[in-house]
């Protein structure tokens, strides 16, 4: 049974908050979409947005970074470096948010795993703020073009904004159409329900499921095929299914994570070979 840690749910909330306040306060002029070559890459059927060409707003940036810090330094109780150190790092012009928050969309580990020890900081905390650094900005873009395609008939495996692969799935409450989720820009777009969104394998013999515990909603999918997985939650099995938070769900989920690693199979969000388990963000 996956079970709930109070103190980190409660940290969610507060960064969500954040985000959400810092959303709001993104100048609208700021999102810059050249139409042209977007039609372009709808018409090629390719994600329409480099999110690594955008543009951000670097004082902004630097603002979501302080508020970010504070809620961590907060969370802590004076009891953690990390924060600390990437002030430190900041202010000493060792940290580039832009490009933190680009490279852990690009999940370029190599680059981060440097970073981390340049800045005696753990990788994982790196990831957790660059992804949460790219969050808000990435969700707007996508809140600027996401009505361009019919989201219910995309069926591909990778983002239709963004062109990432997808974190996380869930079982629709309503019909039971599957759905996934990209945790960069946030969108959701539908799937079928017997197919690997990774290599796109339909060979029901190779593509199954296992669950810890078969009265909760959640489950991992896999294929014996390329040997990846996907997490996936039945909202029909929710006690509340219209609170689901698929964020939060992603960070409270990372013990099935280590439980499809153990068995063989990894995410497009795993270590490489030789660092420890588990997947990055």
Request: aromatic share 10%; glycine share 6%; charged share 35%.
């Amino acid at each position: 049974m996956v079970k709930e840690d109070t103190d980190l749910r409660e940290l969610h909330r507060q960064l969500e908050k954040v985000k959400t306040e810092a959303k709001k306060e993104y100048d609208p002029g700021k999102i810059k979409i050249d139409q042209t070559v977007l039609d372009k890459r709808i018409a090629q059927s390719r994600p329409m947005i480099d999110l690594n060409q955008v543009e951000v707003d670097k004082k902004w940036l630097e603002a979501l970074f302080k508020e970010y810090l504070s809620v961590l330094k907060k969370a802590e109780k004076g009891e953690g470096k990390a924060p600390e150190k990437l002030e430190k790092s900041f202010q000493r012009k060792e940290l580039d948010l832009e490009v933190l928050a680009k490279k852990v969309f690009s999940v370029d580990t190599e680059y981060l795993e440097k970073l981390a020890q340049k800045l005696a900081v753990d990788v994982d905390d790196l990831y957790f703020l660059g992804l949460r650094l790219g969050n808000p900005l990435f969700e707007l873009y996508a809140g600027k073009v996401g009505n361009r395609i019919d989201q219910e008939r995309w069926l591909k495996g990778f983002c239709p904004v963004c062109g990432s692969s997808p974190a996380m799935a869930y079982l629709r409450k309503d019909d039971g159409k599957r759905i996934l989720w990209c945790k960069f820009c946030g969108t959701k777009w539908s799937f079928l329900r017997l197919k690997c969104p990774f290599c796109s394998n339909e060979d029901q013999k190779t593509l199954r499921y296992f669950f810890t515990d078969q009265n909760d909603p959640y489950r991992v999918h896999v294929c014996d095929k390329c040997r990846k997985y996907i997490k996936t939650i039945d909202q029909r099995r929710m006690e509340k299914p219209e609170d689901l938070d698929l964020g939060w769900e992603n960070l409270n989920t990372f013990a099935l994570d280590l439980a499809a690693e153990k068995e063989g199979f990894f995410s497009p969000y795993s270590r490489p070979p030789g660092q420890k388990k588990g997947v990055i963000i």
